[in-house]
């Protein structure tokens, strides 16, 4: 089974940026739609940017115009570029499939915080 590995998670100022990787250990190329939810605490996991294989994107209202998300299937990997963070951004981000696989990586833990 492929398993994911997120990093680039940090502690950023509000209006900064991260980006964020998913590396897959298996190949993505299979995978129509691939996602980057979010997690805060008390709540369900959300989608927030989505992928297809295709190139075409949809993002959560929260994030449009804010966070890109790519992939490159080659070396089995997604990224989220996040700009213009706000506070509310704040929580921790994993990568899956959509719909998501029934298992998860340990995720990137964002603070946006002055």
């Known amino acids: 089974q492929v398993q994911f590995v997120e990093s680039g998670g940090g502690l950023v100022q509000p209006g900064g940026s991260l980006r964020l990787s998913c590396a897959a250990s298996?190949?993505?190329?299979?995978?129509?739609?691939m996602g980057w939810y979010q997690q805060t605490p008390g709540k369900q996991r959300e989608l927030v940017a989505a992928i297809a294989n295709g190139g075409i994107t949809n993002y959560a209202d929260s994030v449009k115009g804010r966070f890109t998300i790519s992939r490159d299937n080659a070396e089995h990997t997604v990224y989220l570029q996040m700009n213009s963070l706000k506070p509310e951004d704040t929580a921790v981000y994993y990568c899956n499939t959509y719909p998501p696989l029934g298992f998860w990586g340990q995720g990137a833990q964002v603070t946006v915080s002055s």
């Open positions: 298996g190949s993505i190329s299979r995978m129509p739609v």
